[in-house]
């Protein structure tokens, strides 16, 4: 079982920055393919983020460059640091651990993001 909780969330406006945290526990808990999702209301879930299994991150094309993932293992938490935020970027956020190092999907419950213009 893994357990998730996302903090960090809250209202800024466009251009400036927040960093999301992700609290990771459990017995199976591993550090690995970690990932952060948004969802944006009436859209659908979409990636934004990843750490895969060899610990390299990939990004969503339309953070193009503006955001940045992390993880601090002895702290059991992924971070997320989002810089230059648009308004296009209002959703709630969500931190999943999914497969192949977990045999299913775990989620959080999310955090919410705001950015006015």
């Known amino acids: 079982q893994v357990q998730l909780e996302e903090s960090g969330g809250g209202s800024v406006q466009a251009g400036g920055s927040l960093r999301l945290a992700c609290a990771a526990s459990g017995s199976t808990y591993r550090s690995k393919c970690m990932a952060w999702f948004r969802q944006a209301p009436g859209m659908e879930r979409e990636e934004v983020a990843r750490?895969?299994?060899?610990?390299?991150?990939t990004y969503a094309a339309y953070v193009d460059g503006r955001f940045r993932v992390s993880r601090d293992a002895t702290k059991n938490t992924l971070y997320l640091q989002m810089n230059s935020l648009k308004p296009e970027d209002t959703a709630m956020y969500y931190c999943?651990?999914?497969?192949?190092?977990?045999?299913?999907?775990?989620w959080g419950v999310g955090t919410q993001v705001t950015v006015s213009a």
């Open positions: 999943a651990a999914l497969p192949p190092c977990y045999e299913r999907s775990y």
């Open positions: 750490i895969d299994p060899s610990g390299i991150a």
